[in-house]
C-alpha cells in the first residue's frame, strides 16, 4: 500500500477541488475537507492538520507536523511552503482573562478574532514557524526557522526572530528557475 492517498481515495476525502499530481499522506488529518482547494503538484505529509477554509495553489509543500488552522481562512499562492512543524492560525482566542477560551464555550463568552493569512508566491516558511492572523507574508520572502509572524511582510525579504524582523534582501534568481 502506498504511503499517500491514491487519486480515487482523494475523490472519497470530500475536498473542495483538487488537481493533478497531488500527494497527501494517509497520517495526515484533514477536517471540514469541503472547505479546502488543492491544486497541482502539491504535497502534504504525515502527521499534518489541515482544517478549515484553505487554499493551496500550484506547487506546494507543507512539510511533515504542520498545522493549518483555516476557521478564517488561509491561502498559499503557488510555489510556496512551509518546513516541518510550522503552524499558521487564522483565528485566534483573546487570552485577556475577559473571555472563556476555546471552542468548547458558547460563543457568547468567548472572543475569537482573526482575519485571512496569505502566503505570498515563492514564500518559504521554515521549520517550526509560528504564523498569527489576518496577515499576509509578501512574494518571494523567507522566514527563518523558529520565527514568529504577527504583522504583514513585505516581498523579498529574508525574516528572523521572534517577532520576525527584516535582516536582507531576497535573491530573486529562483525566477529564472520556475519558467
Not at 482523494?10 to 469541503?34: E, M, Q, T
Not at 478549515?52 to 488561509?74: K, P, Q, T, V
Not at 496569505?118 to 518559504?124: A, K
Amino acid at each position: 500500500m502506498n504511503s499517500y492517498y491514491s487519486r480515487e481515495e482523494l475523490c472519497k476525502l470530500g475536498l473542495k477541488s483538487f488537481g493533478d499530481n497531488v500527494l497527501i499522506s494517509r497520517k495526515a488529518s484533514i477536517y471540514a475537507p469541503h472547505k479546502i482547494s488543492i491544486g497541482n503538484n502539491v504535497r502534504i505529509d504525515d502527521f499534518c492538520l489541515l482544517s478549515g477554509e484553505i487554499e493551496l495553489g500550484n506547487n506546494i509543500h507543507i512539510s511533515a507536523y504542520s498545522a493549518l488552522y483555516g476557521a478564517m481562512g488561509i491561502e498559499f499562492k503557488d510555489n510556496s511552503g512551509c518546513s516541518a512543524r510550522t503552524t499558521i492560525y487564522s483565528a485566534m482566542d483573546d487570552f485577556s482573562g475577559n473571555y472563556l477560551i476555546g471552542p468548547m464555550h458558547p460563543k457568547d463568552k468567548t472572543h475569537v478574532t482573526g482575519g485571512r493569512v496569505i502566503i505570498g508566491e515563492y514564500v518559504q516558511l521554515g521549520a517550526h514557524c509560528l504564523v498569527f492572523p489576518n496577515l499576509t507574508i509578501g512574494t518571494g520572502s523567507v522566514v527563518g526557522a523558529l520565527s514568529l509572524v504577527t504583522k504583514d511582510i513585505p516581498s523579498w525579504g529574508i525574516y528572523v526572530g521572534i517577532p520576525a524582523k527584516y535582516l536582507r534582501e531576497r535573491s530573486k534568481e529562483l525566477l529564472k528557475l520556475s519558467k
